[in-house]
């Protein structure tokens, strides 16, 4: 009896070797999938916005793919802070329907044109707009805010 329980056990404990050893993964070679990435990669620029924390000017840098140019800047301006900016505390006192906006650049002028009335904007909302606008491309300038026929400025910004 003692010989046939050494015996079953002996399969028994065999069986996942058997198993394992057969289960038919072949070794191959490298599988060809074609040429690896290339070409441009698209830049990021930085770009800085100026919101509102604690009802004061607040700075904060965004990456964009879209450039520099001042009315990429007043567009990402006009979306407000993003959900972790506004975790942060940070807000805006822009209008949404303030944009789109256009800007005239002049030697050392900028006129920035909203879509809503310039004469409803808070002083807070017209300083963000004349520094995000005065700074890109890191140019300062004077800035004349108009919209609906309105105009303030022109200003600087007041850092």
């Known amino acids: 009896m003692k010989a046939w329980l050494a015996r079953l056990v002996l399969a028994v404990g065999l069986v996942p070797f058997v198993a394992v050893a057969g289960c038919g993964v072949q070794p191959s070679d490298a599988i060809p999938v074609g040429a ?7 830049p990021t620029w930085k770009i800085t916005l100026y ?3 604690d009802g004061r000017l607040s700075t904060v840098t965004r990456r964009s793919a ?46 920035v044109t909203l879509s809503t009335p310039a004469g409803e904007l808070s002083a807070l909302a017209v300083d963000q707009i004349v520094c995000t606008a005065a700074l890109v491309p890191e140019n300062p300038a004077q800035v004349t805010v108009l919209g609906a026929g309105q105009s303030i400025g022109p200003r600087e910004c007041p850092r």
């Open 36 to 42: 690896p990435p290339s070409g441009p990669v698209a």
């Open 51 to 53: 919101l509102v924390k």
């Open 66 to 111: 879209r450039g520099p140019a001042r009315t990429n800047a007043l567009m990402l301006l006009a979306e407000g802070p993003t959900p972790s900016e506004q975790a942060r505390g940070i807000t805006t006192d822009i209008p949404r329907d303030a944009g789109p906006f256009s800007v005239a650049v002049k030697p050392g002028h900028l006129v």
